[in-house]
């Protein structure tokens, strides 16, 4: 089966960080953007961040700009998600989406179900 399975998520202290894990089973990323969403409660879905199905290019949303940086090992079927200086307002539940679009994260495609990401004292 296609699976997108999340990891590395917890509670975390502010200015800590995380390194969270999108592996996929079933099928390879190899063509595929990956881009990172969150939901916090209350709130709707966001974009993080997006990376090229060649590691080639990214974004960011503003918010998490110079403080997350996303990456790929496409021979571990990975992507990852490099959380630094974390703050309060980063809590949320982190998905991770493999994109039909190889240079684009649109949500079109295989999602994960998710990992929660607390950011508390």
């Known amino acids: 089966q296609l699976q997108l399975v999340e990891s590395g998520g917890g509670l975390v202290q502010p200015g800590g960080s995380l390194r969270l894990s999108c592996a996929a089973s079933g099928f390879t990323l190899d063509y595929y953007a990956i881009g990172w969403f969150r939901q916090a409660p209350g709130k709707e879905r966001e974009g993080v961040s997006c990376i090229s199905s060649s590691g080639g290019s990214t974004n960011y949303a503003d918010s998490v700009k110079g403080r997350f940086t996303i990456s790929r090992d496409n021979a571990k079927n990975t992507v990852y998600l490099q959380m630094n200086s974390l703050k309060p307002e980063d809590t949320a539940v982190y998905y991770c989406?493999?994109?039909?679009?190889?240079?684009?994260?649109?949500?079109?495609?295989?999602w994960g179900q998710g990992t929660q990401v607390t950011v508390s004292s």
């Open positions: 989406a493999a994109d039909f679009l190889r240079s684009s994260c649109t949500g079109d495609g295989y």
